[in-house]
């Protein structure tokens, strides 16, 4: 299939598609939903001129609930996370960030595999993926492995995958039903924008004490990060305003945001004391 000079191939199966990889590691680019490959071609930042699609590779494609895990394929859409209930009740930080991706039309196209690998600082399925513990599934044909989530960005735009590997699968254990979580964020508007700053949490809290927490916050570092000093800080803490006061000033100094065309260092440092304070308080609700 050619499209607009574009040589396409769509293989049918995972085995044809990981020989392809092999044999012409760096001929090929990999198209998943393509909304953000093929804005990078429409604007002339690539110039491919073969493409792997891996839209009819089934073996990329549903997701199961087993053995204590959730296992997504890499093509699953953001529209299919929205339609089931299990991401809902057991994966909330990943169902609300899949709620706030780009449109309706957006979310059908776009995969969590090509979130992932595109590794922008300001993805918002990362930081869900931070909390919930996932790792990432790199397969060539003679080698499979599983990378913790926060070992695969390298940088805006940069992953630790070789050029031969594909991502194909990603997991994350299921965790007790007193655990809850979210995802929040800002950008210009509330749709069709990307974050300024976002946080996802994932915690469990017992009369008032948090017992475990996962933060992690995106768009304010070269790659999403989880602050270490601030979960610390929360753990076996009692969430009254006065300790939510003193947590966010904690996060403040943890983060190391950027100024760019979207936003400034102050605003974001400022927002992540914000955005932490809305995350502890909508946990104390979803907890009660
Ligand atoms: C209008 C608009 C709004 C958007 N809104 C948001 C938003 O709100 N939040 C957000 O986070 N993003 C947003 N995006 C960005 C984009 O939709 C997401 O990053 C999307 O999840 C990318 O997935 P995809 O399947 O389209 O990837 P593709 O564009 O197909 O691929 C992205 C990158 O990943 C590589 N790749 C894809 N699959 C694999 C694989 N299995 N193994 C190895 N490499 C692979 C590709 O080669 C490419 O480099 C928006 C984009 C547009 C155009």
Redesign the pocket.
Known sequence: MRISGVQTYSPKNLEETLQILYRHPLQF????????????MQDGVIHPKHL?N?SFVRE?KGFSSEDGQIVLG??V??GEILENSLFRKQAEPLYQ?AK????P??RN????????????P?????PPLFVLNAEVC?ESVNSIRWVKIEHLAAGPGKTI?KPF????KIRFPIKPASWHGGFL?L?QRE?????KVSLAYWGVLENGVIQDIRLAL?AVAPTVIQPPKTEAFLKGNTLTETEMTRVAEILKTEVHPISDIRSNETYRREMCGVLLKRALRQLMTQCT
């Open positions: 680019y990999i198209l998943s939903g393509g909304t953000d490959l093929v804005v990078k792997l891996l990329l890499t093509n859409t953001f960030a706030c991706m780009g449109s039309q957006i196209l776009a995969t969590l595999g090509g979130n992932i690998i595109n590794a922008s300001a993805a918002d399925s990362v790199l995958r590997e594909l991502l194909t964020r950008g749709a069709l924008a990307i974050s995106g």
